[in-house]
């Protein structure tokens, strides 16, 4: 510290009160405050400095040749470190997402307590709305041929002691409350008064005919056999449904997995950090929007697809086949227009099989496209970067314009369509291969970097390849499927 | 005058640090995440420096951050 300066002091007096406040009154978040006020301890630091120089220099004393000394620099950087390092941790909490809370003692030193929940009736009209309100733990829903509700499973308390967890469970009832034709099944986590730690595992069985809405913080969900619309709405939660004969609307925050296998109505479905979407045989519209990272599959879809995230807008109108969309690539097979896919990350698109009109536009990325169905559909693809090839049919008649600003023309579909170079005397500096055959639909492809290859389609036509036999490997976390062709 | 180059030189930590405290405290508190704002230290630096520079070559110079002789 500069001699004479009143810095020193002043620090190690707030370093001394910060430790007494803390030590006396623990309640005070105090480490969180200084996690966020340290900056003006810097400041504060400056203009004192910035006054006591002013001074010295006006009562004409002499000025130090830096006005903070390079030992002072070496605190300043390290109070940087620590409160950056500090404010970080502080405010993501970066152990939240490995599963591990240590900031809670009961997480550490409490123990696991068991209950199993006493099965539990209740008798419901006909075409019941059935309402699961459960905070934390897995809830699985099973359509029957029964007229009444039942509900059991088990509730998993953590805390210190033996009596605490005997209270936790007193105050945490599960009950099933009928109204007119509205059922509730509530696990009353939320009247817990203690810091105990609660999770509740349902199992609940509902008349086939019933319509199903979930609640819930954090708790994977499972729903089978249900002939009424369902609703799922959690912040965190795997939603697997199978056999829904209505439509499904699920609001999700994270998500690691949505499974859904013959649905009669549509889906509608929005996560914030959602990962991997399988739908299968779905009879209604389809609308997904969030954010996903995984692999989304839609195979066998009736109607429209609208999928929009942040950078992907994709828009199908039906599905016979299947589409799988991940963050490097699009790809799909068989395919009812118009498509529109627009994608402003870098994707490779791959598409055979498809019907009324494709439009594509994207940022980067090579494209492939197979239009092996008779009429064609019209075309229109763009790519900022990417090469481009073109497999066209033998009979089929179109109006092709396939331009790429830098890169080879390759023109291997014959003598009927003509290759343009921008520059004859350098044959990729770009071009186009334009040419029409027979009367059909415009087909419009450019690229501003790459090649653009345009071929005659020989081979048979490619049949939708489906899977003899699949395994699914799964690890809680994670699962995969190996498929046999 | 004659102390005006070292009193600006002197000056120079203390206003950095000032900077710097301000920039962490809108990266926590306003719009701007410090990864965005820290090139404004090194524009602060130069002008520093190169107030420090003006005033050695025109040590006369009346018209001064300063206004004259402190």
Partial sequence: ?485 | MSNAKPLVRALRGPLLLMILGTLFAVDYFGPYPFYRTWPVLLIAYGVLWLLERVIRDTPAEPESPFGGPL
């Fill in chain 1, 1 to 485: 510290m500069r001699r004479g300066s009143l810095i020193g002091p002043l620090l190690i007096i707030m370093v001394g009160v910060w430790f007494l406040v803390s030590s006396l009154r623990p309640d005070l978040p105090m480490l969180d405050l200084a996690a966020r006020f340290w900056p003006f301890l810097l400041i504060g630091w400056g203009f004192l400095r910035t006054i006591e120089i002013l001074v010295w220099a006006v009562r004409g004393r002499p000025l130090p040749y830096a006005g903070v000394s390079g030992g002072e620099w070496t605190l300043i950087i390290l109070i940087c470190l620590i409160g950056s390092g500090l404010y970080t941790v502080n405010r993501y909490r970066p152990w939240r997402n490995l599963g591990v809370i240590t900031s809670n003692r009961i997480e550490i030193f409490g123990h696991e307590y068991d209950y199993a929940v006493e099965e539990q009736t209740a008798p419901v009209p006909k075409g019941a709305r059935v309402l699961v309100e459960n905070l934390r733990g897995p809830v699985r829903v099973t359509g029957a041929d029964v007229e009444h509700v039942r509900v059991s499973g088990r509730k998993t308390i953590r805390a210190l002691k033996d009596a605490d967890a005997e209270k936790a469970q007193k105050q945490t009832p599960i009950e099933i409350s009928v109204q007119a034709n509205r059922v509730v099944v509530r696990t009353n986590q939320d009247r817990l008064t203690g810091d105990e730690r609660i999770s509740t595992e349902l199992e609940v069985t509902v008349p086939r005919t019933a319509a199903v809405e979930i609640r819930g913080r954090n708790g994977d969900v499972e729903i089978s056999d249900v002939a009424g619309p369902v609703e799922v709405s959690s912040d965190s939660a795997s939603v697997q449904l199978q056999n829904i004969g209505a439509q499904v609307r699920l609001d999700l925050g994270r998500s690691n997995l949505v499974r859904a296998a013959g649905i009669k109505g549509g889906v509608e479905m929005k996560a914030s950090r959602g990962r991997d979407i399988e739908l299968d045989t779905i009879g209604g519209e389809v609308t997904i929007n969030g954010s996903y990272s995984g692999d989304l599959r839609f195979r066998e879809c009736a109607r429209a697809i609208r999928f929009q995230s942040g950078q992907t807008d994709l828009r199908v109108e039906g599905l016979p086949g299947e589409i799988r969309l991940n963050l490097g690539e699009l790809s799909g097979a068989n395919l009812t227009g118009p498509i529109r896919f627009t994608s402003s990350r870098s994707r490779d698109v791959r598409l055979e099989q498809f019907t009324h009109s494709l439009e594509l536009k994207l940022d980067r990325g090579d494209i492939m496209l197979r239009p092996s169905t008779q009429p064609l559909p019209r075309i229109d693809a763009r790519t900022r970067v990417g090469q481009i090839e073109l497999l066209l049919p033998e009979s089929a008649g179109f109006v092709l314009r396939a331009a790429t600003d830098r890169g080879d023309l390759n023109n291997d579909y014959g003598p009927v369509l003509k290759t343009q170079f921008e520059n004859e005397r350098h044959p990729h500096a770009g071009g186009a291969i334009v040419g029409s055959v027979g009367q059909g639909p415009s087909i419009t492809l450019s690229t501003g970097r790459g090649a653009v290859t345009v071929r005659k389609d020989t081979r048979a036509e490619p049949r939708l390849r489906r899977p003899s036999a699949a395994v699914e490997i799964s690890t809680g976390e994670s699962s995969t499927v190996i498929e046999k062709y």
